[in-house]
């Protein structure tokens, strides 16, 4: 009877034990939907740089001092692929000339170098706001930092699944454990994508931008893991890498339509632009949510205003179709990029000229293998580089319209460079002589027969 009852409780005990576990469980996971709400603290600079190194660097020191694999069960909470990481733990530890570029709410990023390539790393920011807050509710540091480190882990899986040309590549990861989890990521590297930049920039390549913000968009709405939310849109989430605009903040990603009962609950307010959405509830889904909240998002904050300044003037039916599909989300983002292709098509054809077949024969002189470099140049509206004036044509027929309709060019070089849209770069002058021959150039130099200056 001794035994029976010792038996008994043997069995207690352990049902209590399994039900805690359950418990502890549940409560780990249930926090991982929470990790997809909005963050909306955005990216500030008030630390300095020796700080945010001083905090990296003691971080990094311990890396080589723990086992990796004592950080392996942080790691299953997420499917991470190590075969895609060419970067790990003792390559973060290598390498150098670590600068600190920005904080948010969770992460802080650096720029390093190695083998020589400039890379972001990015790992859990100690003084960030998600930890603080977790601080002041109550929790103990070794949990608020776990939480941080859970959702850097499931930043790194998502870049790693959304493979795209517009989202940044994760190029290495490291995991390790010291009574704290240490995490930390890297990728590419580019630069902030500022309002003020994007205003500068020529036509043809704000036309890029929205371009590449449409291919992405495109991708959200159609992929293998279904409909995607950009929840926190806003330009601090993009970086422009080698002149492609990319998403490198995955971290407020939502998955999936929202779940409906009725129309009532498929309506969508934006509140800062005082415009809202009715959306259809089909088989308990709202259907397209999430596409037509990226469509007014990515508008807001891009397509509506990088487009319509400087449009030329065949190209202006099209554009105002895009912008007005952007602004009231009256398409889907299967037309919009439908008439992105078609108006980059266009541009770099150069059929939105409307000739019809005409030509203007050429009244420019020719003198090949001649340039001006360095000399002559003035700054221009439509130039592609923040000096001189580049301009990109169709053809030689564009250029020397370009150049009558602007008082100030009397000659340009006709280059072999294209753009991005394959068109030919020229370089406008404000002047002519002191020609330096080249060869090895096949450049010319085509200068108005008007000018005082010919040679």
Not at 153 to 178: A, M, R, W, Y
Not at 193 to 210: F, G, N, P, Y
Not at 418 to 427: A, E, K, N, V, Y
Request: some cysteine.
């Amino acid at each position: 009877m001794t035994r029976y009852r010792m038996e008994t409780r043997v069995f207690l005990f352990a049902i209590i034990v399994i039900f805690i576990n359950v418990l502890i469980l549940h409560k780990t996971f249930s926090g991982l939907e929470r990790e997809n709400m909005i963050d909306p603290g955005g990216t500030n600079h008030r630390h300095s740089s020796m700080d945010m190194y001083s905090i990296f660097e003691s971080r990094l020191r311990k890396l080589t001092e723990v086992s990796f694999d004592r950080g392996v069960h942080l790691e299953h909470l997420y499917p991470l692929s190590r075969d895609s990481a060419t970067l790990g733990c003792q390559d973060m530890v290598r390498m150098t000339n670590y600068r600190f570029l920005a904080s948010g709410w969770t992460k802080a990023v650096y720029s390093a170098s190695y083998n020589n390539k400039t890379y972001a790393v990015k790992t859990v920011f100690p003084k960030g706001r998600d930890i603080s807050s977790c601080l002041e509710e109550g929790h103990l540091y070794d949990k608020c930092f776990y939480k941080a480190a859970k959702k850097l882990v499931k930043e790194i899986s998502l870049l790693q699944k959304l493979s795209h040309p517009n989202i940044v590549q994760v190029f290495g990861f490291c995991i390790t454990s010291d009574n704290l989890y240490d995490v930390s990521m890297v990728t590419e590297l580019g630069d902030p994508v500022e309002l003020i930049r994007l205003l500068q920039m020529s036509w043809e390549d704000r036309l890029k931008v929205a371009y590449d913000i449409t291919k992405l968009l495109y991708f959200m709405a159609h992929n293998q893991f279904g409909t995607i939310s950009i929840n926190d849109f806003r330009r601090q989430q993009f970086v422009r890498v080698n002149d492609e605009i990319k998403l490198s903040d995955v971290d407020d990603i939502g998955f999936g339509d929202p779940i409906c009962q009725t129309d009532d609950d498929c309506t969508v307010t934006f509140p800062n632009a005082n415009f809202s959405l009715r959306i259809s509830c089909q088989n308990l889904r709202c259907i397209g949510h999430n596409e037509k909240k990226n469509i007014f998002n990515a508008g807001r904050h891009f397509t509506t205003f990088l487009l319509p300044h400087g449009v030329p003037k065949g190209l202006q039916p099209l554009v105002d179709r895009v912008v007005l599909g952007y602004s009231n989300v009256t398409m889907n983002t299967k037309q919009l990029l439908y008439l992105m292709d078609k108006i980059v098509q266009m541009y770099g054809s150069g059929s939105y000229l409307n000739r019809n077949g005409t030509h203007t024969k050429v009244l420019y002189n020719k003198i090949p293998y001649q340039d001006l470099p360095g000399i002559y140049d003035y700054p221009c509206r439509l130039s592609l580089t923040g000096y001189g004036c580049t301009v990109s044509v169709f053809d030689l027929q564009e250029a020397e319209a370009l150049c009558n309709a602007d008082e100030q060019c009397l000659a340009f070089v006709f280059t072999k460079e294209q753009s991005w849209t394959g068109r030919t770069l020229i370089h406008m002058k404000s002047n002519v002589g002191y020609l330096n021959p080249n060869i090895n150039t096949n450049l010319y130099m085509y200068v108005k027969p008007t000018s005082s200056r010919l040679m």
